[in-house]
């Protein structure tokens, strides 16, 4: 526990020391990146988003990171109130196309959250629409309404610059306004300031055992976490925005929330409801899966899974290629287990050879020396 504290309090020294833009933030960005540190958008002014996506820890939540064992959710405004998922990492997002469904891959794509429920099909940006859910969340900034948060933007030192950047009318329609509220967040998100591309992955600087954990992880681990550029060319963000259910046992820290149906759940939820944004009635084939993560900074983001479950990155590999002849506990979900996870035939040193590897992945910001 010592050693872990003591890494997390390094990496936010060397984040917040590499936090040069790089290139010209636009007028949109700058935008979004103030919104992102005002506290003001929580009920009792304690909670920004960067709170559970700091910028100084790759944009997780640091009480997790500093305390992965004990600490796999993020408190709300209010000091007790927690969720019932681990927070993910706020960078390399905005790739996420909108949810749909892939024949091909026989999966939903995209969308945002671990259960994909910010679709996109709103504002045509899942992280926009993404970004505009914990702000109303009773669990998380607790705010009582659109009116009560663009009420904040109309007080706020950059409220010139949200008028310079969508109009002199910007916020005189409440609906309007957090729409743009949500755009602004996702264009600071997709900024250079938060996506750096600056790993020793980045740079083609692995050593003889980080080229060979590439190697096995092309694969073993690549049908999922792409190591394919992007379509224009972006490096990989490993992750081709799947859902799976690699079947992680629930986290008995969190066993007062109930069984987590993860997509399944969003899809089961949005058919029965009046007016369902997705029609499928085979929901409960989705039960279990959630939205598989990009792995870029994943050695410095724990715990790892949605409910938390890891806190040891050795652990989530070792789950990975041994979840059916270990001795692991039994799955949260048992339905619709993935076939490509629980016997992967790797012995020790090829699960510490793509561990290796998996280091490699972390941006210059809170990188620590070989």
């Keep these: 526990m010592k050693s872990t504290i003591k890494i997390g309090l390094v990496l936010m020294v060397l984040c917040t020391a590499g936090l040069a833009y790089g290139a010209k933030a636009s007028d949109m960005e700058r935008l979004g990146k103030m919104m992102f540190m005002d506290k003001n958008f929580s009920r009792n002014a304690t909670q920004s988003c960067n709170t559970c996506h700091d910028k100084r820890m790759a944009f997780v939540d640091p009480a997790n990171v500093l305390d992965p064992e004990n600490s796999v959710v993020s408190l709300g405004d209010d000091g007790i109130s927690t ?201 409960a084939d989705q039960y279990g899966k959630f939205k598989v993560p990009s792995l870029r900074n994943v050695a410095i983001t724990p715990p790892y899974g949605h409910n938390g479950y890891f806190s040891d990155l050795r652990d989530v590999v070792s789950f990975h290629n041994s979840r059916d002849i270990g001795n692991w506990p039994t799955p949260e979900v048992s339905d619709n287990l993935d076939a490509e996870v629980g016997n992967m035939g790797l012995n020790g040193q090829e699960v510490d050879d793509i561990v290796a590897f998996l280091k490699t992945l972390t941006d210059n910001c809170g990188r620590m020396k070989r």
């Design 83 to 283: 969720g019932d998922r681990n927070s993910p990492t706020a960078a390399y997002c905005g790739y996420s196309p909108n949810l749909y469904w892939d024949e091909a891959k026989g999966s939903y794509i995209g969308g945002m959250f671990w259960d994909g429920r910010a679709t996109g099909w709103t504002l045509n940006d899942p992280l926009a629409e993404q970004a505009q859910g914990p702000p109303l969340n009773p669990v998380e900034m607790n705010m009582p309404s659109k009116e009560a948060v663009i009420d904040v933007i109309r007080n706020a030192r950059y409220v010139g610059l949200f008028y310079k950047v969508f109009g002199s009318d910007a916020l005189d329609d409440v609906d309007r306004a957090y729409d743009y509220f949500g755009l602004a967040l996702a264009a600071y998100e997709r900024s250079s300031m938060v996506q750096k591309f600056s790993s020793r992955f980045d740079a083609g600087d692995l050593n003889g055992q980080e080229q060979n954990g590439f190697r096995l992880f092309k694969a073993k681990c690549s049908k999922c976490h792409s190591a394919d550029p992007g379509p224009d060319g972006t490096p990989p963000l490993f992750t081709d925005y799947s859902y799976h259910n690699i079947g992680l046992p629930a986290n008995p820290l969190l066993s007062d929330k109930g069984t987590d149906l993860g997509l399944g759940g969003f899809l089961e939820k949005d058919y029965n409801s009046d007016s369902p944004i997705i029609g499928d009635p085979n929901y």
